[in-house]
């Protein structure tokens, strides 16, 4: 075995990807992953799923078993925090004190909640969603009947709003822009979501701004600066996330809105890569530099990195894609859509549940919404990789089969 060591910061969707990634491209010295939660890297898109539901239990969210890292002569320093990282020496400092060196370093410190500064915050009953911990902690306060305020009407509020109603709560949405989803999706698909919530019970506020929380000891009302107010026994804030890059600005590697890194997730020091949520990344599709927040993100860009540790070169350059799961909808998005300058819906968006939303600039697919349409959502991801030109009608006619516009 070599006498080498990779230190991996960060134990999640990059680091267990990354980690396995390195003995398969002949990586033989030490791994050591180093993670402050208390876990083996385990899926986070549950969370606001089918963990929060109760579906789903730890064991049943691990991204791998514990014998797979075992195999893989994969260290683990659960619930340890790295500190500083000194480049010229080469070593990490943990919070303990301990001093590690290492040869390779790989950041994988992703992102954590933006926290808002309301008069109240502190009180019982109100919770971001991040990691296990959060979920727990809003798990005591579920309950049919109880009144529960979700503050932020992105994806992880919306699958929130959806799986508290499913277990009885009485939910309501506060979204301070005008319409929910407004900085990632198109006018359409708000008012659709707007509209399944409603069905299922769920009521959607915009254009609201909360101004404060009030209770003795425990969250009873959420206050607005319209002066209106909402009862309620639990708060969940969604407010978007920042990327961890601290450690990495205080060593003096390039930061700009992520870690910036090249397309081999290669940083300015060529000893450390970066992937996942907290890098700064170019992408060809887009002709820009993107940091995203997204698993296929981190999964994918963490083999480029696993490779150039080890001295290959492994383009990074994916379409990005995501998903997200309410109800019976299973949304899932090819590309990005900012800069469109036509969508075209392609089936019933009005009153169905199945349709795509389609967004073209200058006449060539650049991103879509398919809602449960998976056969639209894989003919999308290579009409957008391969620029194939599509014809508007023709995506709308739900009598042409997908197919057929990769002809
Ligand atoms: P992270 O998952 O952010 O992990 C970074 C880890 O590093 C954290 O455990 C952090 O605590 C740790 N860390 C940071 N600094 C240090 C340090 N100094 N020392 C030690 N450890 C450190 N994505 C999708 O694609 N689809 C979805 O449906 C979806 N749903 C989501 C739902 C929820 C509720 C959340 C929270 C996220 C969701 N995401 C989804 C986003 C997805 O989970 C992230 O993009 C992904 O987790 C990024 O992985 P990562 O490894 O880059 O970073």
Redo the contacts with the bound molecule.
Sequence with gaps: MSEQTCII???????AQLAPSLRQQGWEGRIIV????AYIPYH??P??KTFLSGEKEVDGILIRPAAIYQKNAIEFKLG????LIDRAHKTITLKSGEVLNYDKLAL????RVRKVTLPGVELEGIHY???IGDVEGIKQHVAAGKQAVIVGGG??GL?TAAVLNKLGMKVTVLEMAPRVLARVTAPELSEFYTRVHTEEGVVIKTGIAVSGLKGDGHVQQVHCADGSSFDADLVVIGVGVIP?VE?AEACGLNVDNGIVVDQFARTNDPDIVA????SNHPNQHYNRRLRL??????SEQAKSAAASICGKDVEYNALPW????QYDLKLQIAGLSQGYDEVVIRGDIKSSRKFSAFYLLEGKLISADCVNSPLEFMVSKRLITEKISVNAAQLADINISPKEFLN
């Design positions: 910061i960060g134990a999640s969707h990059a680091a180093i993670g402050d939660e986070r898109p969370l606001s340890s925090r790295v500190e994988c410190t992703g992102s969603l991040r990691d994806y992880i699958e961890n450690l992937a996942g949520d907290v927040e997204s698993v296929p993100n981190a995501f998903w997200s799961d």
